[in-house]
């Protein structure tokens, strides 16, 4: 069985910060690839950025240039840095995983439970 668990949500002014982490842990025997999506009301679920095994990142254009994503393998960790945030970018960020269970070596993708992000104008 695998966790991931979200963190580092709230709310913020436009124009300010926050920085997204989600920590991955259980039955983990390698961590392929590692994204952030994210929701916002009445809308579907979509893709913020996503970081592969090899470090290749790819952005939603909308955040292109203001959001960053990286990844510590040795925690299990993903981040998402956020700047320049605008009040479009409220929604609820959900962390997923593709992750090779050690006792299976299925892999299968994970979803966290999600942290609300909400900036105010």
């Known amino acids: 069985q695998v966790q991931l668990v979200e963190s580092g949500g709230g709310l913020v002014q436009a124009g300010g910060s926050l920085r997204l982490s989600c920590v991955a842990s259980g039955s983990i025997y390698s961590t392929n690839s590692m994204a952030w999506y994210c929701q916002a009301p009445g809308k579907q679920r979509e893709l913020v950025a996503r970081i592969d095994s090899g470090d290749s990142t790819n952005y939603a254009d909308s955040v292109k240039g203001r959001f960053t994503i990286s990844r510590d393998n040795a925690k299990n960790t993903v981040y998402l840095q956020m700047n320049s945030l605008k009040p479009e970018d409220t929604a609820v960020y959900y962390c997923?995983?593709?992750?090779?269970?050690?006792?299976?070596?299925?892999?299968?993708?994970?979803w966290g439970q999600g942290t609300q992000v909400t900036v105010s104008s």
């Open positions: 997923n995983a593709l992750i090779r269970d050690r006792r299976t070596w299925l892999i299968n993708n994970y």
